[in-house]
């Protein structure tokens, strides 16, 4: 159930980077979509799903070198956008201080918004088999990253309320693509068609990583008996083609919807998902407190329950707004999601009894059997004789090497 609200909330949220481009290349070239803008648009959002799905498909290492590059050609105009609007006094701060009365604001929208866009830090944890010395590199990483997500957010934020004000041209001024008019009051055109530039790559990263988290989380699913063996194949680039495919398509189904409209959909599924693994891990932390892990949060199962309850009251709330709002078509939405997500896992586990589909060998209770091995041996005497009551999991063990990720089988080796 984890794994399919992950992977469509993932699905639904890339599905939105293609609509962000177009929004923002509409704002400077409406020329573009003439009068036929839907159509047009539909098409323009078919092509570039394909042509990243075919990026995406030659290989992680492409979609990794080329991150840090993405990164700072779509830093790089927002920056010069502050640097020039701070030098030339197109700022005024008395704009940062314009109050809307609370009872006109769009909580729904602003909550949804603002909640996708500082989410989804945990998709990279579906990439952990393939980088070294996960347990050091992601925390540096994460650390790093917060700090330059607030700064990217805050800066430009803060410059654009400074120039034309919280409610210049009226509120709907404020939408999807602004920065590029404010860029353009800032720093003519050329400003304004570098920040158009920024956006099509971010959106290209995004779309990419996005992409790449999804695909990965299929493969895992498949390499662990969730899902049939054909999720598993890997191309001559090493990557999962079925699983990209599968993303793929539902990109183009989704894609096509409106921008708030998908925000909600991909928060509400993604809240969910948040809440079981939430759960899973008081519960796993409470049923094995001893257990050796990879990365161990190091507080006591209390602590940890405190540390969780903030997040998951503001889940909550996520989860509660579009019923009180009356939001029913998403309501719908999740409620059939979910019960596909709960239909899934039986009926695939019954095609795989039937042999109707090819499954790896080792089922999904399996791997957990063996997930438990590997971190409780660590915790074994080393005078305590292992040969004899630990044959059947070290079997077990070898029987998947074939199915490991090349972390998990290192620490196999090393027992």
């Known amino acids: 159930m984890e794994g399919f609200f992950k992977w469509l909330s993932g699905v639904t949220d890339n599905a939105l980077y293609p609509v962000i481009f177009f929004t923002y290349l509409e704002q400077v070239a409406p020329w573009l979509f003439g009068g036929s803008g839907w159509l047009v648009r539909s098409g323009m959002i078919f092509a570039t799903n394909v042509s990243l799905t075919y990026l ?48 006109e604001v769009d909580w729904l ?62 509120d709907d001024e404020w939408k999807l693509g602004f920065f590029a008019t404010v860029a353009r009051g800032v720093g003519g055109p050329m400003l304004a068609w570098s920040v158009v530039l920024a956006a099509a790559v971010s959106q290209l990263g995004q779309f990419e990583a996005e992409m790449t988290t999804d695909s990965y989380q299929l493969l895992g699913m498949a390499e662990r008996g969730f899902l049939p063996e054909a999720f598993s194949k890997r191309s001559e ?37 948040e809440m079981l693994v939430f759960a899973s891990f008081i519960k796993l932390r409470y049923d094995f407190p001893d257990l050796k892990r990879p990365f161990r949060v190091p507080l006591g199962t209390v602590g940890c329950v405190v540390m969780v309850a903030p997040a998951t009251v503001l889940l909550l709330v996520m989860v509660v707004l579009p019923v009180v709002r009356g939001r029913w078509g998403v309501v719908l939405w999740v409620v059939v999601a979910s019960v596909c997500g709960a239909a899934l896992y039986p009926l695939l586990q019954d095609l795989r009894d039937r042999g109707s589909l090819r499954f790896v060998p080792s089922t999904p209770d399996d791997f957990h059997v063996f997930l438990h091995s590997l971190y409780s041996h660590a915790e074994v005497d080393e005078e305590e004789d292992r040969e004899g009551e630990n044959d059947e999991e070290v079997a077990l063990l070898i029987s998947q090497r074939e199915t490991l990720t090349p972390r998990v089988l290192s620490l196999v080796d090393e027992l």
């Open 56 to 103: 995406n498909y030659r290989g992680l290492h492409v979609v990794g070198q080329a991150a840090v590059g993405m990164t700072v050609v779509t830093l790089a105009p927002f920056l010069v956008m502050v640097v020039v609007a701070l030098a030339r006094g197109k700022v005024d701060p008395a704009n940062w201080f314009e109050v809307k009365p609370l009872g």
């Open 109 to 170: 929208s602003f909550m949804n918004v603002l909640f996708w866009s500082t989410n989804y830090w945990d998709t990279v944890s579906t990439l952990a088999g393939e980088v070294k010395r996960p347990s050091r590199t992601f925390p540096r990483a994460l650390g790093f990253a917060v700090v330059l997500v607030i700064l990217s957010y805050l800066l430009p934020l803060l410059v654009g309320i400074g120039v034309v004000g919280g409610s210049a041209g009226g």
């Open 237 to 273: 680039h090493g990557t999962p083609t079925l699983a990209i495919v599968f993303s793929s398509i539902g990109i183009v189904i989704i894609g096509s919807l409106d921008f708030l409209l998908i925000v909600e959909m991909l928060n509400l599924l993604y809240c969910l998902a």
